[in-house]
DNA sequence: TTCATATTGACATCATGATGTCAAATCGCC
DNA sequence: GGCGATTTGACATCATGATGTCAATATGAA
């Protein structure tokens, strides 16, 4: 009923549920350190760059654009970041990092960079490069169907 | 300011989070063919050995009290699980599996065995073990505080 | 046994993300 | 230019998981 390499493959599966569960956590608490969520860091580091309508920051960062309507009315509201109108759009407006959410983006960015460093250090660039490798390919693997 | 390792370490994490994802969306639609959602089916999975009290089954699981709570008592008003009298405990019922709640939970898990059969096979085992020690070896680097 | 501490269930509130619907606006094909 | 299809924002509802509080219960130290 269970191959060795279904079981192999059921462990592997819950062992990344886990890790993804602890990288959010690592996520969470760096954006905390910025007075943010998770959720809000993403929406602001989306628009770091330049500006975006909200269904653009959806499909940049494949979420909906529903919750991601939500984040950015809160970081509107904060003075975070503001809604520019849009040549392009006229009701799709911009949104914009205010002076106070690129301040905000740079300390939770900068946070974030030293605790990569860190963490990517202690683990060397090789081993990083084969987990990423790793993980490209399940992730490939995994989106197609099973029986094929 | 950020390090080629540290570059790697967030790609890495980027691709981790993406995963995990992925592989919750394989968890809803695996448990949706039973009539169940994810968050159910992990409940359902936990009481399949032995009864177990909402605490327990959160500790098992790694999730909080409260949601288990909730997601057990939609269980048990479906007719899935029960509340069973503790003689460990007098407020502190055990959840029990209910003929049908067997049957569901039997149906999700062997749907379950097919689908990781069918992609387990196509990895290999050597892969599947490399990949999920190092996933678990990341894991326990995550873990850690960065400094150290 | 007694009493402080920890655990537990039962509520509440909240953040997040998914989904559905609708009308306005844009785009693309003709 | 006209018109159907698509995109978009703006609502709504829902599932999930986190957190906080409270009283009832169990546990362990004295």
Do not use: C
Not at 92 to 115: F, H, S
């Amino acid at each position: 009923m269970r191959t060795p390499e279904g079981e192999a493959f059921t462990s592997f599966v819950v062992e990344v549920a886990t890790l993804g569960h602890f990288v959010t956590a690592a996520g969470e608490s760096l954006a905390r350190h910025g007075g943010q969520s998770l959720a809000r860091w993403v929406v602001l580091d989306a628009i770091g760059e330049r500006p975006l309508t909200v269904a653009q920051i959806g499909r940049a960062r494949g979420m909906a654009r529903q919750p991601v309507q939500r984040v950015a009315d809160v970081l509107a509201e904060e003075g975070l970041a503001s809604y520019q109108d849009n040549p392009q759009h006229r009701r799709a407006r911009l949104l914009t990092l205010t002076a106070r959410g690129r301040e905000v983006l740079d300390a939770i960015n900068a946070r974030q960079a030293a605790w990569a460093n860190a963490h990517g250090a202690r683990v060397g660039i090789d081993k990083l490069r084969r987990a990423h490798q790793l993980v490209a390919d399940m992730r490939k693997l995994i989106e197609l169907p099973p029986q094929s």
